[in-house]
């Protein structure tokens, strides 16, 4: 079946604009997560939804950064005002509930570069 | 202290197995996981383990899990060109979500 979709796969934007990333998890999957790869950082936590609890937002850098899922499905992260150091891979992840032995599955992400 | 450290390069001759390590720091962990990144993609999940085992194989990986250090190693049967990728360890404290390591970039040689 279709796995976790982002869009868009790049995106260059200017110092100070803000940008919008998507993703549509995988149908049926009630977790949701997104993640920063910058280079040499490894895989840094943003922000994570399950179901209908109040999302945890203890992985967002600053407070020009927001995300918000509609409807328990795709979900949209915002960036506003962005600046150099936000460029990096943006990746989303979708699991089947916050089980332990629910794996993590992972969209290809969006590249963001910001100039 | 509260990485998930990994060796970050490892390289090997095609043929040759391949061992992956990782020390992680929560003794709670209840999964491990391993993922494989090839250029320009996502994570993909190779493989997981629970807590109370061992060792699991599954084909060519066979993950070997040492509790009482924390060590986590991965090891890839005659391995592979197509198998060069970055390859991350991560862990699942409670029942939040994952953390991991800044990843081993696998170069495989023919």
């Known amino acids: 079946g279709a796995g976790v979709s982002q869009s868009p796969s790049n995106k260059v934007t200017e110092k100070g604009k803000d940008v919008e990333l998507r993703c549509d998890p995988i149908s049926g999957h009630t977790a949701l997560y997104w993640y920063r790869q910058s280079l040499g950082q490894g895989l840094e936590f943003l922000i994570y939804?399950?179901?209908?609890?109040?999302?945890?937002k203890s992985g967002l850098p600053s407070d020009r950064f927001s995300a918000e899922r509609t409807g328990g499905s795709v979900s949209t992260l915002t960036i506003q005002r962005t600046q150099q150091e936000d460029s990096a891979v943006y990746l989303c992840?979708?699991?089947?509930?916050?089980?332990?032995?629910?794996?993590?599955?992972f969209g290809n992400g969006t590249r963001l570069t910001v100039t | 202290g509260e990485d998930v450290e990994q060796s970050l390069f490892l390289s090997v001759r095609e043929g040759d197995s391949s061992v992956i390590n990782c020390t992680y720091t929560d003794s709670s962990s209840t999964y491990l996981y391993w993922y494989k990144q090839e250029p320009g993609a996502g994570l993909q999940l190779l493989t997981y383990?629970?807590?109370?085992?061992d060792m699991k194989q599954d084909q060519r990986l066979t993950v070997l899990l040492n509790k009482k250090d924390k060590h986590l190693s991965l090891r890839i049967a005659d391995t592979q060109t197509g198998d060069s990728a970055i390859y991350f360890c991560?862990?699942?404290?409670?029942?939040?979500?994952?953390?991991f390591g800044k990843g081993t970039m696998l170069l495989v040689s023919p």
């Open positions: 991560a862990e699942r404290r409670g029942y939040s979500t994952l953390t």
């Open positions: 383990i629970f807590s109370n085992m």
């Open positions: 992840a979708s699991s089947l509930d916050q089980g332990h032995n629910s794996p993590l599955h």
């Open positions: 939804f399950q179901g209908n609890s109040a999302p945890d």
